[in-house]
Protein backbone atom coordinates (compact mmCIF):
# COMPACT_ATOMS: atom_id res chain seq x y z
CA UNK A 1 0.00 0.00 0.00
CA UNK A 2 1.21 3.46 -1.36
CA UNK A 3 1.52 6.25 0.88
CA UNK A 4 -0.49 9.46 -0.02
CA UNK A 5 1.40 12.65 -1.06
CA UNK A 6 0.22 15.71 -1.57
CA UNK A 7 0.55 14.81 -5.33
CA UNK A 8 -1.68 11.33 -4.93
CA UNK A 9 -0.53 8.03 -4.68
CA UNK A 10 3.27 7.92 -4.31
CA UNK A 11 3.17 11.28 -6.37
CA UNK A 12 6.52 13.80 -7.17
CA UNK A 13 8.61 13.55 -4.15
CA UNK A 14 10.73 16.28 -4.05
CA UNK A 15 7.52 18.61 -4.40
CA UNK A 16 5.62 16.68 -2.25
CA UNK A 17 8.04 16.96 0.73
CA UNK A 18 7.74 20.55 0.94
CA UNK A 19 4.14 20.60 1.17
CA UNK A 20 4.76 18.54 4.31
CA UNK A 21 7.43 19.62 5.87
CA UNK A 22 7.35 23.71 5.42
CA UNK A 23 4.53 26.34 5.42
CA UNK A 24 6.63 28.74 3.58
CA UNK A 25 9.75 29.33 1.97
CA UNK A 26 11.58 32.32 2.10
CA UNK A 27 11.64 34.76 -0.89
CA UNK A 28 15.51 33.77 -1.00
CA UNK A 29 15.55 34.10 -5.19
CA UNK A 30 17.01 37.50 -6.64
CA UNK A 31 14.82 38.46 -9.48
CA UNK A 32 17.91 39.67 -11.62
CA UNK A 33 19.98 36.54 -11.37
CA UNK A 34 19.99 34.22 -13.79
CA UNK A 35 17.76 31.20 -13.99
CA UNK A 36 19.87 28.41 -13.11
CA UNK A 37 20.86 30.46 -10.06
CA UNK A 38 17.58 31.15 -8.77
CA UNK A 39 16.48 27.76 -9.15
CA UNK A 40 19.62 26.46 -6.85
CA UNK A 41 18.59 29.39 -4.37
CA UNK A 42 14.85 27.84 -4.49
CA UNK A 43 16.57 24.03 -3.52
CA UNK A 44 18.54 25.92 -1.06
CA UNK A 45 15.60 27.87 0.55
CA UNK A 46 13.74 24.69 0.60
CA UNK A 47 15.58 22.15 1.85
CA UNK A 48 18.27 24.62 3.95
CA UNK A 49 21.55 24.73 3.94
CA UNK A 50 24.01 21.21 4.28
CA UNK A 51 27.10 22.45 3.70
CA UNK A 52 29.30 20.24 0.87
CA UNK A 53 26.22 18.56 -0.18
CA UNK A 54 24.29 19.07 -3.84
CA UNK A 55 21.36 21.33 -3.69
CA UNK A 56 18.94 18.22 -5.01
CA UNK A 57 20.04 14.74 -5.19
CA UNK A 58 21.90 15.51 -1.77
CA UNK A 59 21.56 12.16 -0.64
CA UNK A 60 23.63 9.52 -2.73
CA UNK A 61 25.80 6.31 -2.81
CA UNK A 62 29.23 6.06 -5.12
CA UNK A 63 30.15 2.83 -6.97
CA UNK A 64 32.69 1.49 -9.44
CA UNK A 65 32.55 -0.59 -12.48
CA UNK A 66 32.53 -1.51 -16.03
CA UNK A 67 30.67 -0.58 -19.10
CA UNK A 68 30.49 -2.93 -22.26
CA UNK A 69 29.73 -1.64 -25.16
CA UNK A 70 26.95 -4.30 -27.21
CA UNK A 71 27.59 -4.73 -30.94
CA UNK A 72 24.75 -2.90 -31.80
CA UNK A 73 26.07 0.72 -30.27
CA UNK A 74 28.10 1.37 -32.64
CA UNK A 75 25.67 1.65 -35.81
CA UNK A 76 23.93 4.35 -33.34
CA UNK A 77 26.68 6.24 -32.34
CA UNK A 78 30.77 6.73 -32.80
CA UNK A 79 31.23 7.23 -28.94
CA UNK A 80 34.57 6.50 -27.69
CA UNK A 81 32.70 4.07 -25.58
CA UNK A 82 30.09 2.12 -27.78
CA UNK A 83 32.61 0.76 -29.96
CA UNK A 84 34.38 -2.38 -28.87
CA UNK A 85 36.60 -1.59 -25.75
CA UNK A 86 34.93 -2.07 -21.77
CA UNK A 87 35.51 1.47 -20.35
CA UNK A 88 35.60 1.94 -16.63
CA UNK A 89 32.50 3.61 -14.94
CA UNK A 90 31.83 5.56 -11.78
CA UNK A 91 28.34 5.14 -10.79
CA UNK A 92 26.34 7.51 -8.34
CA UNK A 93 22.61 6.65 -6.97
CA UNK A 94 20.70 8.99 -5.46
CA UNK A 95 17.38 10.25 -3.76
CA UNK A 96 15.55 13.30 -4.85
CA UNK A 97 15.64 16.15 -2.27
CA UNK A 98 17.88 18.36 -1.25
CA UNK A 99 18.74 16.51 2.37
CA UNK A 100 21.41 14.49 2.63
CA UNK A 101 20.19 12.87 5.87
CA UNK A 102 17.12 11.72 5.04
CA UNK A 103 15.86 7.72 5.23
CA UNK A 104 15.27 6.29 1.92
CA UNK A 105 11.95 4.70 3.27
CA UNK A 106 10.59 8.46 2.89
CA UNK A 107 7.21 8.34 2.14
CA UNK A 108 7.60 11.87 0.06
CA UNK A 109 11.49 11.65 -1.61
CA UNK A 110 10.69 8.84 -4.41
CA UNK A 111 12.43 10.09 -6.81
CA UNK A 112 15.78 8.32 -7.65
CA UNK A 113 18.60 9.05 -9.87
CA UNK A 114 21.49 6.93 -11.35
CA UNK A 115 24.42 9.36 -12.63
CA UNK A 116 26.98 7.40 -14.55
CA UNK A 117 30.63 8.68 -15.57
CA UNK A 118 32.66 6.67 -18.50
CA UNK A 119 36.35 6.74 -18.54
CA UNK A 120 37.13 6.96 -21.93
CA UNK A 121 40.30 5.55 -23.39
CA UNK A 122 41.82 9.18 -24.27
CA UNK A 123 41.63 10.25 -20.94
CA UNK A 124 38.16 12.40 -20.99
CA UNK A 125 34.94 11.20 -19.87
CA UNK A 126 31.38 11.44 -20.54
CA UNK A 127 28.16 11.37 -18.37
CA UNK A 128 24.54 10.47 -18.27
CA UNK A 129 22.20 11.84 -15.71
CA UNK A 130 18.95 10.31 -15.01
CA UNK A 131 15.90 9.49 -13.12
CA UNK A 132 13.66 6.99 -12.00
CA UNK A 133 10.91 8.71 -13.96
CA UNK A 134 9.87 8.48 -17.71
CA UNK A 135 9.63 12.51 -17.99
CA UNK A 136 9.77 15.25 -16.32
CA UNK A 137 6.37 17.86 -15.08
CA UNK A 138 7.65 20.54 -16.85
CA UNK A 139 9.24 21.69 -20.22
CA UNK A 140 11.26 24.87 -19.16
CA UNK A 141 12.86 26.21 -16.27
CA UNK A 142 11.07 29.34 -15.62
CA UNK A 143 7.56 26.68 -15.66
CA UNK A 144 10.27 24.49 -13.21
CA UNK A 145 10.58 27.68 -10.91
CA UNK A 146 7.36 28.81 -10.38
CA UNK A 147 6.46 25.01 -9.95
CA UNK A 148 8.60 24.92 -6.82
CA UNK A 149 7.70 28.19 -5.55
CA UNK A 150 3.99 27.60 -5.88
CA UNK A 151 4.78 24.01 -3.71
CA UNK A 152 6.63 26.14 -0.92
CA UNK A 153 3.98 28.86 -1.08
CA UNK A 154 1.44 25.98 -0.65
CA UNK A 155 1.96 24.66 2.88
CA UNK A 156 -0.81 23.56 5.61
CA UNK A 157 -2.71 26.48 6.09
CA UNK A 158 -1.99 27.94 2.36
CA UNK A 159 -5.48 29.78 1.38
CA UNK A 160 -7.25 27.75 -1.17
CA UNK A 161 -7.16 27.48 -4.31
CA UNK A 162 -3.23 27.20 -2.88
CA UNK A 163 -0.37 28.45 -5.16
CA UNK A 164 0.14 24.79 -6.36
CA UNK A 165 -3.44 24.09 -7.17
CA UNK A 166 -3.77 27.25 -9.04
CA UNK A 167 -0.46 26.35 -11.29
CA UNK A 168 -1.92 22.74 -11.32
CA UNK A 169 -4.72 23.66 -12.56
CA UNK A 170 -3.32 25.86 -15.64
CA UNK A 171 -0.59 23.20 -16.48
CA UNK A 172 -2.61 19.86 -16.76
CA UNK A 173 0.71 18.08 -18.07
CA UNK A 174 2.21 18.58 -15.07
CA UNK A 175 -0.89 17.59 -12.88
CA UNK A 176 -0.44 14.48 -14.82
CA UNK A 177 3.20 13.74 -14.57
CA UNK A 178 3.32 14.89 -10.54
CA UNK A 179 0.07 11.78 -10.72
CA UNK A 180 1.85 8.50 -11.80
CA UNK A 181 3.05 6.54 -9.05
CA UNK A 182 6.57 6.29 -7.99
CA UNK A 183 6.76 2.75 -5.90
CA UNK A 184 9.65 2.83 -2.90
CA UNK A 185 12.13 0.02 -4.79
CA UNK A 186 13.63 -2.76 -3.62
CA UNK A 187 17.11 -1.64 -4.09
CA UNK A 188 18.85 1.26 -6.54
CA UNK A 189 19.54 -2.32 -7.99
CA UNK A 190 15.75 -2.77 -8.73
CA UNK A 191 14.70 0.53 -10.42
CA UNK A 192 15.11 1.33 -14.31
CA UNK A 193 16.09 5.15 -14.36
CA UNK A 194 14.76 7.18 -17.38
CA UNK A 195 17.30 10.14 -19.29
CA UNK A 196 14.21 12.32 -20.02
CA UNK A 197 15.88 14.47 -22.21
CA UNK A 198 16.89 13.53 -25.96
CA UNK A 199 20.02 13.58 -27.51
CA UNK A 200 21.34 13.46 -31.09
CA UNK A 201 23.61 10.31 -31.75
CA UNK A 202 25.45 10.19 -34.92
CA UNK A 203 27.38 6.96 -36.69
CA UNK A 204 30.63 7.25 -37.88
CA UNK A 205 28.98 7.07 -41.61
CA UNK A 206 26.88 10.00 -40.45
CA UNK A 207 23.89 9.37 -40.03
CA UNK A 208 22.03 10.74 -36.67
CA UNK A 209 18.74 9.71 -34.40
CA UNK A 210 17.45 10.94 -31.76
CA UNK A 211 16.95 9.08 -28.94
CA UNK A 212 16.54 8.84 -25.02
CA UNK A 213 18.59 7.08 -22.29
CA UNK A 214 17.03 3.76 -20.37
CA UNK A 215 18.81 2.24 -17.88
CA UNK A 216 17.37 -1.44 -17.28
CA UNK A 217 18.45 -3.34 -13.98
CA UNK A 218 18.73 -7.03 -15.43
CA UNK A 219 17.84 -8.36 -12.18
CA UNK A 220 14.39 -7.42 -12.91
CA UNK A 221 12.61 -4.24 -11.77
CA UNK A 222 11.60 -4.99 -8.16
CA UNK A 223 9.19 -2.64 -5.76
CA UNK A 224 7.93 -2.68 -1.99
CA UNK A 225 4.60 -1.76 0.01
CA UNK A 226 5.39 1.34 1.91
CA UNK A 227 4.61 -1.04 4.90
CA UNK A 228 7.48 -3.13 3.83
CA UNK A 229 9.70 -0.07 3.06
CA UNK A 230 8.92 1.16 6.29
CA UNK A 231 10.54 -1.60 8.30
CA UNK A 232 14.01 -1.53 6.23
CA UNK A 233 16.87 0.48 7.76
CA UNK A 234 17.53 4.29 6.33
CA UNK A 235 19.73 3.32 3.89
CA UNK A 236 18.73 0.11 2.48
CA UNK A 237 18.47 1.60 -0.83
CA UNK A 238 22.38 1.44 -1.17
CA UNK A 239 23.05 -1.60 1.36
CA UNK A 240 21.46 -3.73 -0.85
CA UNK A 241 23.99 -2.99 -3.66
CA UNK A 242 26.77 -3.26 -1.11
CA UNK A 243 25.57 -6.65 -0.19
CA UNK A 244 25.07 -7.72 -4.32
CA UNK A 245 28.21 -6.57 -5.36
CA UNK A 246 30.23 -8.84 -3.56
CA UNK A 247 28.77 -11.83 -4.96
CA UNK A 248 28.38 -10.80 -8.09
CA UNK A 249 28.41 -7.88 -10.22
CA UNK A 250 25.07 -5.63 -9.70
CA UNK A 251 24.12 -5.55 -13.83
CA UNK A 252 21.97 -2.95 -15.76
CA UNK A 253 21.54 -3.32 -19.84
CA UNK A 254 21.53 1.08 -21.16
CA UNK A 255 19.44 1.12 -24.13
CA UNK A 256 18.30 4.08 -26.12
CA UNK A 257 14.80 4.69 -26.95
CA UNK A 258 14.48 6.10 -30.44
CA UNK A 259 11.88 8.71 -31.62
CA UNK A 260 10.06 8.42 -34.64
CA UNK A 261 9.22 11.35 -37.13
CA UNK A 262 6.61 13.57 -35.15
CA UNK A 263 7.75 12.61 -31.42
CA UNK A 264 8.71 15.83 -29.38
CA UNK A 265 12.27 16.26 -28.84
CA UNK A 266 12.86 19.28 -26.79
CA UNK A 267 9.75 18.60 -24.17
CA UNK A 268 10.61 16.54 -21.53
CA UNK A 269 6.76 16.43 -20.77
CA UNK A 270 6.23 13.86 -23.69
CA UNK A 271 7.08 10.42 -22.86
CA UNK A 272 6.79 8.76 -26.10
CA UNK A 273 5.28 5.38 -26.16
CA UNK A 274 7.14 2.34 -24.83
CA UNK A 275 6.16 0.84 -28.58
CA UNK A 276 9.46 3.10 -29.87
CA UNK A 277 12.14 0.95 -31.16
CA UNK A 278 15.04 0.58 -28.66
CA UNK A 279 18.46 0.00 -28.99
CA UNK A 280 21.13 -1.63 -26.79
CA UNK A 281 24.23 0.46 -26.31
CA UNK A 282 25.77 -2.18 -23.65
CA UNK A 283 25.86 -3.30 -20.42
CA UNK A 284 26.79 -1.55 -16.44
CA UNK A 285 28.46 -3.82 -14.26
CA UNK A 286 29.14 -2.10 -10.69
CA UNK A 287 31.47 -4.15 -8.88
CA UNK A 288 33.08 -2.03 -6.36
CA UNK A 289 31.64 -0.20 -3.19
CA UNK A 290 33.35 2.84 -3.31
CA UNK A 291 34.92 3.10 -0.13
CA UNK A 292 34.94 7.13 0.65
CA UNK A 293 31.73 7.19 -0.92
CA UNK A 294 31.06 10.53 1.06
CA UNK A 295 34.51 11.70 0.22
CA UNK A 296 34.60 11.64 -3.38
CA UNK A 297 30.93 12.25 -4.44
CA UNK A 298 32.18 15.91 -2.85
CA UNK A 299 34.28 15.93 -6.07
CA UNK A 300 32.33 14.70 -8.63
CA UNK A 301 30.37 16.49 -11.01
CA UNK A 302 27.47 14.57 -13.36
CA UNK A 303 26.62 17.29 -16.31
CA UNK A 304 24.00 15.88 -18.95
CA UNK A 305 26.25 18.19 -21.55
CA UNK A 306 29.28 16.34 -20.71
CA UNK A 307 29.03 14.64 -23.80
CA UNK A 308 31.30 13.31 -26.12
CA UNK A 309 31.71 12.66 -29.90
CA UNK A 310 28.97 10.63 -31.60
CA UNK A 311 26.77 12.49 -29.03
CA UNK A 312 25.02 16.02 -29.12
CA UNK A 313 22.00 17.27 -26.57
CA UNK A 314 19.25 17.85 -28.30
CA UNK A 315 17.63 21.81 -28.34
CA UNK A 316 15.71 20.79 -25.12
CA UNK A 317 16.31 24.05 -23.05
CA UNK A 318 16.13 22.07 -19.79
CA UNK A 319 19.70 20.52 -20.57
CA UNK A 320 21.33 23.87 -20.68
CA UNK A 321 19.97 24.69 -17.97
CA UNK A 322 20.61 21.76 -16.05
CA UNK A 323 24.35 22.18 -17.01
CA UNK A 324 24.27 25.49 -15.30
CA UNK A 325 22.22 24.93 -12.49
CA UNK A 326 24.76 21.63 -11.73
CA UNK A 327 27.55 24.23 -12.09
CA UNK A 328 25.70 26.50 -9.52
CA UNK A 329 25.27 23.70 -7.20
CA UNK A 330 29.06 22.17 -7.61
CA UNK A 331 30.29 25.69 -7.39
CA UNK A 332 28.46 25.95 -3.86
CA UNK A 333 29.13 22.70 -2.40
CA UNK A 334 32.92 22.67 -3.21
CA UNK A 335 33.31 25.70 -1.12
C1 LIG B 1 15.45 22.42 -14.92
C2 LIG B 1 15.47 21.18 -14.44
C3 LIG B 1 16.42 20.70 -13.38
C4 LIG B 1 17.10 21.40 -12.43
C5 LIG B 1 17.07 22.89 -12.16
C6 LIG B 1 17.89 20.45 -11.68
C7 LIG B 1 18.73 20.78 -10.64
C8 LIG B 1 19.65 19.93 -10.05
C9 LIG B 1 20.71 20.32 -9.16
C10 LIG B 1 20.96 21.75 -8.67
C11 LIG B 1 21.41 19.21 -8.83
C12 LIG B 1 22.66 19.12 -7.95
C13 LIG B 1 23.89 19.07 -8.89
C14 LIG B 1 25.24 18.96 -8.22
O1 LIG B 1 25.47 19.62 -7.19
O2 LIG B 1 26.10 18.23 -8.73
C15 LIG B 1 20.79 18.11 -9.50
C16 LIG B 1 21.20 16.80 -9.41
C17 LIG B 1 20.65 15.77 -10.12
N1 LIG B 1 19.65 15.85 -11.05
FE1 LIG B 1 18.70 17.51 -11.65
N2 LIG B 1 17.69 19.20 -12.21
C18 LIG B 1 16.79 19.31 -13.24
C19 LIG B 1 16.34 18.29 -14.03
C20 LIG B 1 16.74 16.99 -13.96
C21 LIG B 1 16.36 15.94 -14.87
C22 LIG B 1 15.46 16.13 -16.08
C23 LIG B 1 16.99 14.81 -14.44
C24 LIG B 1 17.02 13.43 -15.02
C25 LIG B 1 16.78 13.13 -16.26
C26 LIG B 1 17.76 15.14 -13.26
C27 LIG B 1 18.51 14.25 -12.53
C28 LIG B 1 19.41 14.60 -11.53
C29 LIG B 1 20.26 13.64 -10.85
C30 LIG B 1 20.29 12.13 -11.04
C31 LIG B 1 21.05 14.38 -9.98
C32 LIG B 1 22.16 13.85 -9.08
C33 LIG B 1 23.46 13.76 -9.91
C34 LIG B 1 24.63 13.25 -9.12
O3 LIG B 1 24.54 12.13 -8.59
O4 LIG B 1 25.64 13.96 -9.04
N3 LIG B 1 17.59 16.47 -13.00
N4 LIG B 1 19.72 18.55 -10.24
Known amino acids: MRSQTPFGKGGLSLLAITLLLLAAAPAACAEEAPLAVRLVDQFNAMFGAHPGFRANHAKGAVFEGTFTPAPTA ?9 QSTPVPVIVRFSNGGGLPDMPDTHPSYRTRGMAIKFHLPSGSDTDIVAISTNGFPVSNGEDFLALLKAVSASGPGAPKPTPLETFLAAHPVTAKAV ?10 ATQAYFGVNAFKFTNAEGASKF ?7 EAGESYLSDADAARLPPNFLSDTVRERVK ?11 LAEPGDAITDATAVWPDSRPTVELGEIAITTVDPDSLGHEKKLLFVPTNVTAGIVPSDDPIIALRAQAYGVSFARRSK
Open 74 to 82: KALSSAAHL
Open 179 to 188: SVPQPIPASY
Open 211 to 217: GRYRVIP
Open 247 to 257: TAPVKFKLLVQ
